[in-house]
C-alpha cells in the first residue's frame, strides 16, 4: 500500500522555482507534524522543513539554515496533501525529496528528484 506519493520535483536552472507535492493517508497525515527531507548522493537524508499539524499559516514552520527564507512548506489538512515552495534554488539544493512525519518518519516513499543545473 502507497500511503506517501512525492512529486513535482524536475530540471531547473539556478535561480528557478518548484513547488513539490505530496500526498499522504491519513494515518501519516494526522500526525502531529509533517516534513520534507531530502537526500544528495553520498550524503544522509536531512530534514529541510517541518509543520504542525494545526499550524495552517505555516507560522510555527521549521527549516534547514540554508533553505530559510527561500523554501515554504505548507499543508492542506481537508486534502491530506504537504506542499514545498522552493524559490532561488542552487546546485546545493539537487537532491531526491521526500515528505514523511516528523518527528517519527513512516516508511519512505519514492521521493522526487529535484536537480538544479544550468
Known amino acids: 500500500q502507497v500511503q506517501l506519493v512525492e512529486s513535482g520535483g524536475g530540471l531547473v536552472q539556478p535561480g528557478g522555482s518548484l513547488r513539490l507535492s505530496c500526498a499522504a493517508s491519513g494515518s501519516i497525515f494526522n500526525r502531529s507534524q509533517m516534513a520534507w527531507y531530502r537526500q544528495a548522493p553520498g550524503d544522509q537524508r536531512e530534514l529541510v522543513a517541518s509543520i504542525s499539524k494545526g499550524d495552517s499559516t505555516g507560522a510555527y514552520s521549521k527549516y534547514l539554515g540554508s533553505v530559510k527564507g527561500r523554501f515554504t512548506i505548507s499543508r492542506d489538512n481537508a486534502k491530506n496533501m504537504v506542499y514545498l515552495q522552493m524559490n532561488s534554488l542552487t546546485p546545493e539544493d539537487t537532491a531526491v525529496y521526500y515528505c514523511?512525519?516528523?518527528?517519527?518518519?513512516?516508511?519512505w516513499g519514492q521521493g522526487t528528484q529535484v536537480t538544479v543545473s544550468s
Open positions: 514523511n512525519s516528523y518527528p517519527f518518519p513512516s516508511d
